[in-house]
């Protein structure tokens, strides 16, 4: 397997240490505070690496840390080569990367091309140059509609509610598919790609691994900029979404990959690709072999908890790409926790299938430790920008990205520290009252956590030689069954229906996700690896 030696293809397989990574999604802002603010840092992360190394991870990806107002935490980016002193400094990346390769473990940050922060000192030039000058073609500038152009020049909306565009002092409009604070850039004009190039190199030449794409499913726009059919938010194919010149782009930054050397740390270049779709037609040209290396398959983000959706939705990535190339999530920065969506008996057993899958998986933090969502967000603590801008109709993001608890008490629950003995600012978002009882600290002490079992499941997965990227065959597809057999000699299985499962014949349970019952069999929402 990849992890912890300085292999830079898996083990004697050919492959690229990519096709079976296990990644953990740092959200930066909530990780570890070094400095007290109150605001997860880079110093933060860096004194936790040895904590990923002991949870067995192979990589981390990033979530944005560059300079941005943070309107939309991060990803509405002011300067793409550096980092926000509240996140710390380019040398404390540097020292993140040098750190994190003596675990074995590499970097992936987040590139951000669809859209910048209004705070972009390209965007001001262009508020500043004015209608039809060079610096406006940068970004999707526009008249708007109606006698004195009052309206919006076309019907999209903004993915965080209202239009997708906002009127400019001296009458024109621009286009920002998410905040007003992020403006899109013009993919057309050829000075946007050359810069992103120069960016993607900036960060590949630092020392990382790979990219996180984001929104790699907008960037270029129909330049006709026609009425969508609805203005109801849908990733379906459109004038913004899913245009055939990105797969054009992504020929080129494949081709930057590349160019990396494939024999040094740390290997093959990877770069995966947020892709949010409505049918398996459309994720399939993001797949060309000459494409992304990666883009993410989020059918157990998207699933219900339910058995035959869930094979459905193996069975359609397998034969679209193998895992290794669409890699297994089952939460992100974004979406609802996976123990608040299903319960935490299934979001145990839910882990122990993603990374009994073929191929790649991503955590995102604090997966491994079971937190809920936080539902109790007072309003007023709230900053995700989809809040605001629906009135609070969409509650928004926040509820999954609240500070990490390191320890079982005390301020913040160990989510800053300080060394100069004085209490910490409050974190920037406020944790509940019962957070300490999954802490890191706590968790540790107790063989049943959650922290315990995906321990155990990644020490295992490196050691088993049927698990990370390969083939698996279903063994039983009856009703609430999820059963499935890899070689050599390893047998997943998990019910999700209220009758008890007999578990197939076996030599010994490695791992379980909960108690089986006394004659063996499985429980609702538990699941198993097996040695066979
Ligand atoms: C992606 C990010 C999300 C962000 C949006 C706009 O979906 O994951 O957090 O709000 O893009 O950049």
Redesign the pocket.
Known sequence: MSSHDDSYLSAGTGRPWWADAVVYQVYPRSFADSDGDGTGDLNGLRERLPYLASLGVDAIWLTPFYPSPLV??G?DVSDYTDVDPRFGTLGGFDAIVATARKHGIRVIVDL?P??CSSEHPLFKQALAAGPGSAEREMFIFREGRGPDGAKPPNNWPSNFGGSAWTRVSDGQWYLHL?DSG?PDWNWRNPKVAAMFEDIIRFWLDRGVAGLRV??AHGIFKDPDLADAPTTVRSVVPSGYYHRPETRELYRTWRAILDSYPADVFPGPRTAVG?VWYDTYDTLRPYLAPDGLPQVFNFELVTAEWDAAGIRAAIDATLSLSGGSRAPWVIG???VVRPVTRWGSDAARAAALLLLALPGSAYIYQGEELGLPEVLDIPDAARQDPAFRRTKGKIRG?DGCRVPLPWESGGASFGFSRTDRGDSPAAPWLPQPAGWGEFSVETELEDLDSFLRMYQTALRLRREHPALGAGAMRWLNTAGGALVFARDPGFVFAANLAAAPLRLPPHQEVILASGPLRENGSLPRDTAVWLQV
Do not use: I, M, S
């Open positions: 939309d935490g990803y951000v669809n859209h998410f992020q984001d929104v947020e992100n920065h974004d993001r």
